[in-house]
């Protein structure tokens, strides 16, 4: 946010010393990168490309500068909670997507056009952005923000694991839970001191919990985590079912590292495995390969493209998963919002449609290449995007567009963890996590399937 | 008797204005603020944010149901999990210890007595931030020097923040208060007139006895001091939260970290508050309490 005196004063002072252009303008954009940390290809983007272009765009009158958000995606979304409540905060936030309803219900964001008018409704990009990728920062059909891109959820592989014991990793495509269970069995046969499968769960990892772990379950069992009306669905066969396959993983046959899944730093434990060999099947969005274990990062995997490969996650049988489908994944997006409070929101949307600009995401394609949400930035030749996305994009669902749904994925999590911890067992989490979706949404908005 | 005063009631009124509005902007109003929303639904993000309706009593209703009381992430675990934690790392550990060393520091030489003394008070004055960064690197499974030393010793590893995260908190929190106690205690003993023990000395009495016999009956007073400030201190201490963030799986989720959890990372607002207000009324107990024992003290009653 714009101090106004202090940028009056420094203005001021730039002026009468130097006789360089007054009054120039502060912007500031936060997102959780870090050059050489978490999402550090963004970092770069925006510091390498996005600042100084825009700048010199400007001729020199504003001021942009990155804040680099090191602590975690929920943490960062308590800082914009509480910056966006007091008038606090960035200009221009990194923000995931299925937050924007419970921010909208809660007053803390404004739509676009609401903020910077006529500029907003007049940009180009909207033509070139489908319908579908505009919603992924949407709510009730006004935009909040813009998305980079979506993306896909699947089992990354360690290749030479498989190898090692005897199954060929390119054929392999397990149908059913059973098949990837019956892997993993064979992994942890071949090394007793390995967690062969890691499914996610427990409240440290947030979000990844519910998006990597407990949805991929739960779509193969053929439900969603609302019915068709849109009411939460707090008791069912097919929630006891995904459990039990937390159970089974974590704590009957200890095919995953349970450790990793309940300590605070855990999901950086669970990519340390994978990198390590530890692991031979992660089930994780692209984000994984496109930016976790790219060449250069902490938990850079040696010789990826060898090694590495993934295969689509299966419904418990074939068959049983949503919409009838053999193979499930699901999607989000993340992207930028503006700050409602913001002093500048033309300028702040400037900034914000500039990179969202053709030129723009091509740079950002330099840095990390992906599937971008301009249709008229080409696809870089990757065959994993390429592949991933013929194959899964199909296949894929989103969560429920619902103020209350970031509350009851906290549930969520919590009830994998008490699952996965041993604490309670599944038919316990599940009552305890009824009652508590029950709390939040009311009971005329939930249904009981048993 | 008219009171002795330096101004008259009205400059007195006058001066004391800019304080009042202070405090009573600043501590009274957020008081009853607080209370006020323990009575609603109220949170920071969803329809219940701009829109919260008036529950009455239902926050404190589903703190204290029995179904879920003792469940572990509920107010009641919570509270019972705050109560051991006080009775084992202030009452059991730091009092106890404190009281220990500074018995032992009576008697022992005065390098060693200012270094021992050194020691401990460092542990008491280094900022929290450090102190817990530097104990969970002592923890750390894979490269904690916990671990080094015990592999060094042939000895196991242990996943320490993982398998015994409640006891990590108690040794933690002991090894941060000893040093008040053990200060208290040792000025406490200092003032006992030497030839008290001069004469137990002569007639032969070992150093329990003079412990139990001299030195605790005329520290009376201090011991219930000591007591009281330690209970109410880690009663609601946050620090633990630095190295374990209330869990794993919510095995040291004390009250002031559970207040925390359910306000600023649910962000539920309402019954935030209502713990909040629990917590407050369990600190007034203390204060009333501590307040009655200095006030026998003052006039002589217990000590």
Redesign the interface.
């Known amino acids: 946010m714009r101090i106004r005196s202090h940028a009056f004063w420094m203005g001021l002072a730039a002026a009468t010393a130097l006789a360089t252009p007054a009054m120039a303008v502060d912007l500031t954009i936060t997102c959780r990168c870090v050059d050489g940390g978490v999402n550090s290809e963004q970092a770069k983007w925006i510091k390498e490309s996005v600042i100084p272009a825009f700048t010199e765009m400007k001729g020199g009158d504003v001021n942009v500068t990155l804040t680099e958000f090191a602590g975690s995606d ?1 943490q960062l979304t ?1 800082q914009l ?2 910056d966006f ?1 007091t008038g606090a905060g960035p200009d221009v936030a990194g923000f995931d997507g299925f ?1 924007i309803p ?2 909208v ?4 964001l404004k739509p676009l056009d609401a903020l910077a008018g006529e500029a907003v409704t007049g940009w180009e990009g909207w033509s070139h952005i489908s319908e579908g990728a505009q919603a992924l920062m949407s709510y009730q059909d006004k935009p909040y923000g813009i998305a980079l891109g979506t993306d896909v959820r699947m089992i990354f592989v360690r290749a030479d694991l498989l190898r090692d014991a005897g199954i060929d990793p390119e054929s392999w495509q397990p149908a059913s839970w059973e098949e990837l269970l019956e892997t993993a069995r064979t992994l942890k046969e071949k090394n007793p001191d390995s967690f062969p499968l890691q499914l996610n769960a ?3 990892m947030g979000e990844a919990t519910t998006m990597q772990g407990y949805w991929m379950a739960l779509l193969g069992t053929g439900e969603h985590v609302t019915d068709d009306q849109g009411r939460y669905i707090v008791a069912s066969q097919d929630i006891l079912d995904t459990l039990n396959l937390y159970k089974t993983i974590y704590i009957d046959e200890k095919l995953g590292d349970q ?1 990793a899944q ?3 730093d855990g999901r950086n434990r669970t990519f340390a495995n994978f990198r390590d060999g530890i692991t031979a099947m992660l089930v994780e969005g692209d984000w994984f390969y496109r930016s976790v274990t790219a060449p250069g990062s902490e938990f850079a995997v040696e010789n990826r493209d060898e090694v590495m490969t993934w295969a689509k996650m299966p419904a418990k049988e074939p068959g049983a998963g949503i919409r009838g489908q053999d193979f499930v994944t699901i999607s989000g997006g993340t992207g930028f919002v503006l700050n409602p409070n913001t002093d500048e929101p033309e300028l702040a949307w400037e900034l914000l449609a500039f990179m969202n600009s053709k030129e723009q995401l091509n740079e950002f394609q330099k840095f990390q290449p992906r599937i971008r949400i301009r249709d008229d930035v080409p696809i870089p030749d990757s065959p994993f995007l390429t592949e991933t996305s013929q194959e899964l994009l199909p296949l894929t669902t989103a969560r429920p567009n619902d ?2 749904y ?2 009851v994925s ?1 549930e969520i999590q ?1 009830m994998t ?2 699952v996965v ?1 041993g ?2 067992s599944p038919e316990e989490a599940m009552k ?1 996590y009824g ?1 508590a979706v029950v ?1 939040i949404v009311g009971e005329e908005n939930t249904v009981s399937l048993l | 008797m008219r009171p002795f005063s330096l101004l008259s009631r009205s400059a007195g009124a006058a001066f004391l204005t800019p304080a009042g509005l202070l405090i009573g902007a600043f501590v009274i109003a957020p008081f009853f603020w607080v209370i006020y929303v323990s009575f609603t639904n109220r ?5 219940t ?2 829109n919260p309706e008036f529950i009455g009593l239902a926050n404190y209703v ?1 703190l204290f149901d029995a179904a ?1 009381f003792f ?3 509920e107010f009641g675990f919570s509270l019972i999990l705050t109560i051991q934690f006080v009775l084992l790392s202030a009452l059991a550990g730091q009092a106890a210890l404190g009281m220990l060393l500074a018995w032992m520091l009576q008697t022992v030489p005065k390098t060693l007595k200012s270094l021992t003394e050194m020691v401990v008070i460092a542990a008491w004055i280094l900022p929290e931030v450090v102190i817990a960064f530097a104990w969970f690197a002592f923890l750390d ?1 894979d490269n904690g020097t916990l671990n080094m030393i015990m592999e060094g010793l042939g000895l196991p590893k242990g ?1 320490w ?2 398998s015994f995260p409640f006891w990590v908190i108690v040794v933690f929190n002991t090894w941060r208060g000893t040093a008040f106690s053990m200060m208290l205690f040792n000025s406490a003993f200092s003032s006992i007139p030497p030839s008290y023990f001069q004469a137990a000395d002569v007639a032969g009495a070992t150093s329990w006895q003079k412990f139990r016999d001299i030195g605790l009956p005329l520290i009376r007073g201090h011991v219930v001091t000591d007591l009281i400030l330690i209970t109410m201190w880690t009663f609601n201490v946050f620090t633990p939260f630095l190295l ?2 209330g ?3 919510y095995r040291t989720e004390i009250l002031p970290i559970y207040t925390y959890r359910v306000a ?4 539920e607002f309402g019954k935030g508050a209502a713990v909040g207000v629990i917590v407050m009324l369990i600190n007034l107990v203390f204060a009333l309490f501590y307040l009655w024992v200095t006030r026998r003290r003052a006039r002589g009653v217990a000590a």
Do not use: I, K
């Open positions: 929920e308590q909670a509480l409540s937050l419970s921010f219900e809660g007053g803390l427990g409240v440290p450790r309940l300590l605070g103020a209350d970031n509350a906290a919590r963890e008490a911890s604490e309670l305890r009652e709390r | 949170t920071l993000l969803g329809r944010a701009l589903s879920s469940t572990r992430g499974y996943d923040l993982l374990t963030n869990g794993p799986s600023f990372r649910d962000f």
